[in-house]
C-alpha cells in the first residue's frame, strides 16, 4: 500500500517574501509540489520580482487556481489582458506581467511544473535544451492547426505509433500520413481536440518525453485526458513518435 504524504504549506514550506506587496509559500508532498501566492493590493510582477532578476516579464508558465481576489495578466506578445478572478482556473503562457486590482489581496495556488524550476540554483543552463524547444514548437503548431511549421519539424520518414484499438489506432509512416491522422482527429471531434503541454523531459541526446492533457469535444461529450508521446529528435528534426496513454480504453472508446 502506498504511504500517505503530507505537508503543511506554513509549517514545512519555503516561504520567500517579494521586495513588496506579499510572498510566495513552496512545498511538496510526493507527486504534488505547489506555490501559494499571496499579492497584496500594489503588488505587481515587474516591480516586485522582475526588478530582483533583471527581467520585465515573466518567464515562467504558470498552471493554478485562483482561491480570492483578482490579478490581471498582460501578455507580453500581443499586448492582451485577462482577469483571473476568484474561482477561476487558470494555464498561463510564460511572458507576461501581472498586478494586482482592487483593494483586496490576491491569493492563489499554483500546480505547474515550473513551481520547482522556481527553486532552482542560479547559474544553471536552462532547462530546455533543443530537442525539447522543438518540442514545445511542434505542440504550439498542433494546437493552432500550422500545418506547414509541424511538417517543417518531421523528417520525411517520420514514424507516429498510434496504440490501442480506435478508428486511429495504427503505425502512421511518413510526413504526409503523420499529418493525415492530426485531420481525421480534427474531423473527429469537430476541430476541438487540442493536447496541452503539461512537462517536458529531456536527456540531451534527443529523446523527449512530453506529458500533456488532452481536451477534446465528440457527440455532445467533452473529455480531457492524460497521455504523453516519446519523441525521438535527430538533428532538427523528429524522426519517431510513440504515443502513450494514461487510459487507453477511455480514449478508444471516446474516438469510436
Not at 525539447?132 to 505542440?139: F, H, I, N, P, S
Request: one cysteine or more; hydrophobic letters at 40%.
Amino acid at each position: 500500500m502506498a504511504a500517505v504524504l503530507i505537508s503543511n504549506l506554513e509549517r514545512d514550506g519555503e516561504r520567500r517574501p517579494f521586495a513588496d506587496h506579499g510572498h510566495a509559500e513552496f512545498a511538496n508532498a510526493g507527486g504534488l509540489a505547489l506555490m501559494r501566492g499571496v499579492f497584496e493590493p500594489g503588488w505587481r510582477w515587474s516591480a516586485d520580482i522582475g526588478s530582483q532578476v533583471g527581467q520585465h516579464t515573466c518567464q515562467a508558465r504558470h498552471l493554478g487556481y485562483v482561491v480570492s481576489g483578482t490579478l490581471r495578466v498582460r501578455m507580453d506578445d500581443d499586448g492582451t489582458e485577462h482577469d483571473l478572478t476568484a474561482g477561476d482556473l487558470f494555464d498561463l503562457p510564460a511572458g507576461h506581467d501581472a498586478w494586482v486590482v482592487g483593494q483586496q489581496p490576491c491569493v492563489m495556488v499554483d500546480y505547474s511544473p515550473d513551481v520547482a524550476r522556481l527553486l532552482r540554483a542560479e547559474g544553471i543552463a536552462p532547462a530546455d535544451d533543443d530537442a525539447m524547444a522543438l518540442v514545445r514548437r511542434g505542440y504550439a503548431a498542433f494546437n493552432t492547426q500550422d500545418v506547414d511549421t509541424l511538417r517543417s519539424l518531421f523528417a520525411a520518414d517520420v514514424v507516429q505509433h498510434v496504440p490501442g484499438h480506435s478508428v486511429l489506432a495504427g503505425t502512421h509512416k511518413g510526413a504526409d500520413a503523420v499529418l493525415g491522422y492530426y485531420g481525421r482527429l480534427a474531423e473527429l471531434t469537430d476541430g476541438t481536440f487540442r493536447a496541452h503541454l503539461v512537462d517536458v523531459h529531456g536527456d540531451g541526446l534527443g529523446h523527449v518525453m512530453a506529458l500533456h492533457q488532452t481536451v477534446a469535444t465528440r457527440n455532445g461529450t467533452t473529455r480531457a485526458a492524460r497521455g504523453s508521446i516519446l519523441f525521438t529528435v535527430v538533428g532538427d528534426k523528429v524522426t519517431d513518435l510513440l504515443e502513450l496513454h494514461a487510459d487507453l480504453p477511455g480514449d478508444d472508446a471516446f474516438l469510436a
